[in-house]
């Protein structure tokens, strides 16, 4: 069928398009412009046949038009429409090479050589909320500069938590619960016994830099994951955030593979 056929084209053509709309989305007028590179092409790709006065080559020429009319009458609808399909999975992005994970163990890595003691919690399906609303909320993109300076003495803002998500800086100076293990209270001090605590009352998983050592740990549904090698952090925050899909184990029992056999020190 000739017109079931110049159908298909039309939306493949205009699929590639879309995707090449995502890639160039910051431009603020590339909505504008893709609709006219739109006509361009699909116009030179059949001017052969519509110079000739085939009905195909006509029919293809007549659908360029109506679909860049589409593209130009409905612009803000779709562009809105593309980003939100480009934010529909963030935690992929999340994981990606230079993406934010890798951003927040630069950090740390970071930190821990200058003995910067910081404390940040990651969160996943808890929102939060109570802490994020008694903190200072900043919304910004996860950059390991931002965090560095976040956490820099003697700025006003280092004292305290920093809450993220998977796309960004929520906020700083966030107030922790404290674990009340007696036996983390004996051994760790207050930023450690605040990660343990924020991940015994929610499921956010969270990183401890230690001032006094330099150590590198995280903490994960009340268990500690202590003085993890710079190269060890990330398969280990990566590890623990994919370990909530695997649905065979219990909340509050973490595998021990999971964690790729890291030295563990149990919160009470």
């Excluded at 969270?206 to 050592?213: D, G, N, Q």
């Excluded at 909530?244 to 563990?264: S, Y």
Aim: aromatic share 10%.
């Amino acid at each position: 069928m000739p017109f079931l056929k110049v159908f298909i084209e039309f939306f493949w053509l205009v699929f590639i398009v879309c995707r090449i709309f995502l890639y160039f989305q910051a431009n603020r007028n590339w909505l504008s412009l893709s609709a006219l590179i739109l006509i361009i092409v699909l116009y030179l790709a059949e001017v052969p046949g519509f110079l000739m006065g085939t009905p195909r080559g006509i029919l293809i020429y007549h659908y360029a038009l109506l679909g860049a009319g589409l593209l130009l009458t409905f612009e803000s609808e779709i562009q809105a429409a593309l980003v939100k399909y480009q934010k529909r999975n963030p935690e992929k992005r999340f994981f990606e090479k230079n993406g934010p994970l890798d951003e927040i163990v630069k950090a740390c890595v970071t930190l821990a050589s200058t003995k910067t003691g910081a404390l940040m919690a990651i969160r996943r399906n808890n929102d939060l909320l109570p802490f994020i609303e008694k903190s200072v909320v900043i919304d910004a993109r996860i950059r390991h500069e931002l965090l560095l300076t976040i956490f820099m003495p003697p700025t006003y803002l280092h004292d305290g938590g920093v809450i993220l998500s998977y796309e960004r800086i929520i906020s700083c100076s966030a107030i922790f619960p404290l674990t009340q293990s007696v036996q983390m209270k004996k051994k760790m001090g207050t930023r450690h016994r605040a990660a343990i605590g924020m991940s015994e009352e929610t499921d956010a998983l969270c990183l401890v830099v230690s001032e006094e050592t330099g150590t590198i740990s995280i903490t994960d549904r009340g268990k500690l994951y202590y003085d993890l090698k710079p190269e060890e952090l990330r398969p280990a925050i990566e590890q623990a955030l994919r370990f909530k899909k695997i649905k065979a184990h219990a909340a509050g029992q973490p595998d021990q593979a999971a964690v790729g056999g890291l030295k563990r020190s149990t919160a009470g």
